[in-house]
């Protein structure tokens, strides 16, 4: 088993920038990719961007040109850099990783909350 910890969420006005973390708790895997999801209050979780193992890099369209996403320097971490921000952008992020792509084995973090308001 792997725990994901989000790091970096929090409040802030439309057009600011917000920068989230996430970082595995074990270093026995190499997981093929990992990314961020986002679950509005009463909507679905969506995907918002995943980062192979390759740096190959894949965005939903949303966030294209407004959000990067990269691999930390440190084994099994991901930032996801945030800027531009909207106030549909408001909602839970939460850092998921898959250890050889295909969905099979899957973790998931416990969230973290985006706020855009003013």
């Given at each position: ?32 990719s990992m990314g961020w ?82």
């Open positions: 088993q792997a725990q994901l910890d989000e790091f970096g969420g929090g409040s802030v006005q439309p057009g600011g920038s917000l920068r989230l973390s996430c970082g595995a708790s074990t270093d026995t895997y190499h997981f093929h999801y986002r679950q509005a209050p009463g909507k679905p979780r969506d995907f918002v961007a995943s980062v192979t193992f390759y740096n190959r890099t894949t965005y939903g369209g949303s966030v294209k040109g407004r959000f990067t996403i990269s691999r930390g320097s440190v084994k099994n971490t991901v930032e996801l850099q945030m800027k531009n921000l909207r106030p549909e952008d408001t909602a839970v992020y939460y850092c998921h990783a898959d250890l050889r792509g295909d969905g099979e084995v899957e973790f998931w973090g416990q969230g973290t909350q985006v706020t855009v308001s003013s």
